[in-house]
């Protein structure tokens, strides 16, 4: 990488997040676009991003807004499309350009942008950046998968609540420059000011009134979007997303709201909407009133990633959904938390699967989770408990997957679980490992009761490692193992935390490939 004498790496991708130390555009392509029409302040505002990577190409992603919190969810910008030209280079100073081209940001698509690239050299970086009305963008970096069994350094992310605290840890993930970011949900949140805060107080404020309409929707984002910290996060690597219950409404089900209010159709359609419109998605993800986020991305024949959907096919909560105890509806077989497609989409996905690793990135705790300590049981009837039956399918074919790990969020704590199709039995053989991420910020600055951990412990003994701070994780993944890192902060109620390594683990890749694993696995006759 060409890097001026004198000038730190780290230091200079932040320079050039800022847009500080980037020259005039070399092609015509990157000239500004004439008009008389000019716009009366930086559109952007919200950052660029980038997603999907594939072995050619990725998505690029920006949205234009001069006023990011104006109040009808437009970002301050005119009625009219306005075109952007962008560009793709090998080096951080953009002296070698090697795409380049100009999109419209469309009014009425809240004048973002999404560039699909192809055409391009497989695992490499690559940065990027745009230019509008003669005004130029951040700089961003992203990458193309490689081919063979290329190492990757991944980070795994989600929930981050913008009243509940900072967004340091967006800070932190960005600077260990991982090749890619999974996140798994609740990348914003819908309530009101004040609508949730139960253990974190209030750091700072919601966007006014709970997000209902395109607008509300579109300005949540922005809000956001806005966070200098995650903005760093987005411009330090490709994401990998997937939305949990938040980017629509608390627990939702499928066509079930949470509330019971009406019209809850066309608000999750609006929703989906605002969201393909603020995030790095290919153009083939929004399909009408739904929005695909199920999809395979693999690293080579290293690892294939398969993102998972819990929201949007699954039959509503049994019992009235919460933590509860006795509730037998959620064990019936006919249950379904993925849908009939989604499972057969997954299902022939892990068969066919011929990578040294699987990981299932998805939003709710896999592994069963007693929360009652002593007699009796209680479970989350909006995680995988809540579908038992169909867990015990899933588990079943994971143990016939070449390495499978499965990758969560939502439980605003790390969790290290070892998976099994009988959580009741402890000789029961262990299928997979389940990471779970504790949250971005959701629930404030987080504690260590170490007394609640040792009894969720014991009453889980499946369960290793709980930590009920906020944090990432950070992994390294290679043919012969994948070391994790729980990287937790000690607060976000004000800025500056450091990020540490509070537990570390190494899960060794099995032998053989996965037609061997697969034999093994199944039933014999006799």
């Excluded at 920006?62 to 104006?70: E, H, I, K, S, Y």
């Excluded at 190494?506 to 034999?519: L, Q, Y």
Aim: include cysteine; charge should be neutral; glycine fraction near 8%.
């Amino acid at each position: 990488m060409d890097i001026p004498g004198g000038v730190d790496r780290r230091a200079f991708l932040t320079a050039a997040t800022a847009g500080l130390l980037l020259p005039p555009p070399a092609t015509p392509a990157a000239a500004a676009v004439s008009s008389s029409r000019t716009l009366r302040a930086d559109p952007f505002t919200l950052g660029v991003a980038s997603g999907d990577p594939s072995s050619d190409g990725f998505v690029l992603w920006t949205r234009l807004a001069v006023d990011p919190l104006g109040g009808d969810g437009r970002g301050g910008m005119p009625a009219r499309d306005v075109d952007v030209d962008w560009q793709v280079a090998t080096d951080e100073r953009f002296t070698k350009v090697v795409k380049s081209g100009t999109a419209t940001a469309r009014a009425g698509a809240a004048h973002s942008v999404h560039v699909e690239l192809k055409g391009l050299e497989p695992g490499r970086d690559y940065f990027y950046r745009f230019r509008s009305q003669g005004r130029l963008s951040p700089a961003g970096r992203t990458r193309t998968t490689p081919q063979g069994e290329t190492p990757l350094t991944f980070a795994v992310a989600a929930c981050a609540h913008y009243e509940h605290g900072y967004y340091t840890a967006y800070r932190r993930l960005a600077e260990q420059e991982p090749d890619l970011v999974v996140f798994l949900g609740d990348y914003l949140y819908e309530y009101g000011p004040s609508g949730y805060t139960a253990l974190a107080g209030r750091v700072r404020s919601h966007t006014p009134g709970k997000c209902r309409t395109l607008a509300d929707y579109r300005l949540r984002h922005a809000q956001y979007k806005s966070d200098p910290d995650l903005q760093a996060a987005h411009a330090a690597a490709p994401w990998l997303v997937a939305f949990d219950d938040h980017e629509v409404e608390n627990n939702w089900a499928g066509p079930v709201s949470s509330t019971g209010a009406a019209g809850f159709a066309r608000r999750r359609a609006e929703a989906f909407r605002a969201y393909y419109e603020n995030m790095p998605l290919r153009r083939a993800s929004l399909q009408g009133a739904a929005l695909k986020v199920n999809r395979r991305i693999s690293w080579g024949t290293l690892a294939r990633f398969h993102l998972l959907d819990t929201r949007q096919f699954r039959d509503d909560q049994a019992c009235q959904d919460g933590v509860r105890a006795g509730c037998d509806d959620r064990l019936a077989a006919g249950r379904t938390l993925l849908g009939s497609g989604q499972w057969r989409w997954l299902e022939s996905g892990l068969n066919d699967s011929t990578t040294r690793w699987n990981l299932l990135g998805q939003q709710i705790m896999v592994a069963h989770r007693d929360y009652k300590v002593g007699p009796g049981r209680e479970v989350n009837l909006d995680s995988w408990d809540g579908y038992a039956a169909e867990r015990t399918r899933l588990l079943e074919s994971l143990a016939r997957t070449s390495n499978p790990v499965v990758l969560t969020g939502d439980a605003h704590m790390h969790h290290l679980a070892e998976l099994k199709t009988d959580f009741d039995d402890p000789d029961a053989p262990v299928v997979a490992r389940e990471l779970v991420a504790s949250s971005i910020a959701s629930d404030g600055d987080g504690y260590r009761d170490r007394t609640w951990i040792s009894e969720a412990l014991q009453e889980n003994p499946h369960i290793s490692y709980i930590d009920q701070r906020r944090g990432y994780l950070m992994a390294r993944l290679t043919r012969d193992e994948l070391s994790v890192e729980f990287r937790t902060l000690d607060y976000i109620s004000r800025r500056g935390a450091r990020a540490r390594t509070a537990h570390r683990l190494t899960i060794p890749a099995e032998a053989g490939d996965a037609a061997a694993r697969r034999a093994a696995a199944a039933p014999r006759a006799g």
